[in-house]
């Protein structure tokens, strides 16, 4: 079991940033990848960005050169670094971690851009 709990979601205005934290605990050794998802009122869920457990990463276009995720395998936390939000950014973000037989949610953070 891996249990995930995401802080530092917040509201903002459009420009500012805010910095996600995700922490992991249990069995943590069992983990490969690491993602932020997102999900916006009426609109499905959605890769925002992924991170390896070598380090490689991935960003969807619409955060490219604005987000950044990091992770600390000491201490089993992965980061999502949000600069130059937008309102359209706005949503419940979520950490999820995979292993190879199975993926953890944790409980999501709310972020609001504001205009």
């Known amino acids: 079991q891996v249990r995930l709990v995401e802080s530092g979601g917040g509201l903002v205005q459009a420009g500012g940033s805010l910095r996600l934290s995700c922490a992991a605990s249990?069995?943590?050794?069992?983990?490969?990848?690491m993602d932020w998802y997102r999900q916006a009122p009426g609109k499905q869920r959605e890769l925002v960005a992924g991170?390896?457990?070598?380090?490689?990463?991935n960003y969807a276009d619409s955060v490219k050169g604005r987000f950044t995720i990091s992770r600390d395998n000491a201490k089993n936390t992965v980061y999502l670094q949000m600069d130059s939000l937008k309102p359209e950014d706005t949503a419940i973000y979520y950490c999820?971690?995979?292993?190879?037989?199975?993926?953890?949610w944790g409980q999501g953070t709310q972020v609001t851009v504001s205009s």
């Open positions: 999820k971690a995979a292993t190879y037989v199975i993926v953890y």
């Open positions: 249990g069995m943590t050794f069992s983990i490969n990848a």
């Open positions: 991170i390896t457990s070598g380090g490689r990463t």
